[in-house]
């Protein structure tokens, strides 16, 4: 059975940083597409960026490209999301997703595209 679990989130002031992360049992996560997605107050999920098994490939969201960084560490069975000089319209509740696919599929930032989801942790930015 897989789950994830994301923790990590909170309230943040506009221009500070975050790392959220995504622990998982019952799969591999370094041989999955993992994706970040987030929900804004009274808006649809939005994927935020993606990640191809073994890092064969990644994707960005134009809006936290830049500021936000997807990574995973094989030991720990985690993946991380890092947020830098975050602003208020980066509030939301964040989900970490996985899915498993071939390994040379580019990851997509879309939900249909993934299988297996975490419950979100809230992230607030503001002063």
């Given at each position: 059975q897989v789950q994830l679990v994301e923790s990590g989130g909170g309230l943040v002031q506009p221009g500070g940083s975050l790392t959220l992360s995504c622990v998982a049992s019952g799969v591999a996560l370094d041989d999955y597409t993992i994706g970040w997605f987030r929900q804004g107050p009274g808006k649809e999920r939005e994927g935020v960026s993606c990640r191809g098994p073994k890092g064969g490939s990644s994707r960005t969201e134009d809006s936290v490209k830049g500021r936000f960084i997807i990574t995973v560490d094989n030991i720990e069975n985690k993946v991380y999301l890092q947020m830098h000089r975050l602003t208020p319209e980066d509030t939301g509740v964040y989900y970490c997703a996985a899915e498993s696919t071939a390994i040379f599929r580019p990851c997509l930032l879309?939900?249909?595209?993934?299988?297996?989801?975490?419950?979100g942790t809230q992230v607030t930015v503001s002063s």
């Open positions: 879309e939900d249909y595209d993934y299988s297996f989801w975490g419950h």
